[in-house]
């Protein structure tokens, strides 16, 4: 991982272990740690085995997205949000184009995420944006421009990750503050895979259709859509573990949801 990941900020909590093939973040009450990706990729798979903080979590806040630079930039988010222990995590996900987000879906996991490893993935083509939990869809951020909507296609994107505080807002509204006698909090990445057009100076990443991805032939992922076995996985997902969707929240958007959000249903 240390031939395409590079720490970022932290002062020495994030660290390259296992010969490379391990990476760990740490957050104490003077900083936490980041790391990003040497490559810029404009469209791809990106691929991350992450194991989250055990134990009392509360405010911490674990971050695995994609973003671009700038005040108009674009982001693809997994976001992490810290528990007391017992309380499941919960995994907040969200898409900005040109600086405007407001568009969250937040769900519980299946699974206690700080037991193992388990496959975080970003499926970012020109027609959608799939978030991927051990190769499972739960949200398809498709592209609606043609109802005004904005879509991350233009921007090449770098992967960050991180490891912070955020006790004002992470944990139950922040209601619940990180508890600092539990530090340092650690969560730990392997398997890092970008499958992606990589943009390098003078390149624009994918010219047509010959694609330069950065380590793996499989191209799959720039046509790659929900399938109807992958859709049913997707629903399962939404129907038992979302908790928090945008496009259900009549009250935040009184007069109208966003273009994108599906017309709901008479009663």
């Known amino acids: 991982m ?39 990729y404009l469209f791809g798979r990106i691929d991350m085995q992450i194991k989250l903080v055990p134990g009392n979590s509360a405010g911490t806040v674990t971050t695995f997205f994609l973003s671009s630079q700038g005040p108009a930039h674009d982001e693809i988010d997994f976001e992490f949000l810290g528990n007391l222990s017992g309380n499941p995590y919960t995994l907040h996900t969200n898409v900005f184009a040109q600086g405007k ?16 490893f388990h496959t975080y993935s970003i499926v970012w083509n020109p027609k959608h944006i799939i978030f991927m939990v051990d190769n499972i869809p739960i949200r398809d951020f498709k592209n609606m421009e043609e109802r005004g909507v904005g879509f991350p296609k233009d921007q090449p994107m770098r992967m960050y990750s991180s490891l912070w505080n955020a006790d004002d807002w992470a944990t139950m ?24 057009c990589v943009v390098s100076r003078g390149s624009s990443g994918c010219p047509g259709n010959r694609l330069k991805t950065a380590s793996v032939s499989d191209n799959a992922w720039i046509n790659q859509e ?21 496009c259900a929240d009549i009250k935040r958007f009184p007069q109208r949801l966003p273009a994108e959000c599906p017309t709901p249903r008479p009663h």
Do not use: C
């Open 101 to 116: 987000g407001d568009k969250e879906q937040q769900f519980h996991l299946w699974f206690d995420p700080t037991k193992d």
């Open 173 to 196: 509204g922040g209601r619940v503050k990180t508890n600092w006698t539990q530090a340092p909090f650690t969560a730990y990445y392997q398997n890092y895979r970008a499958n992606a």
């Open 2 to 40: 240390d031939r395409d990941l590079e720490i970022s900020w932290g002062d020495g909590r994030g660290k390259f272990l296992n010969n490379g093939n391990l990476l760990s973040l740490s957050l104490d009450k003077y900083s936490g740690s980041g790391f990003q990706s040497k490559n810029q």
């Open 226 to 246: 929900v399938d109807s076995v992958s859709y049913r996985r997707m629903r399962w997902v939404q129907r038992k573990y979302m908790i928090y969707d945008y």
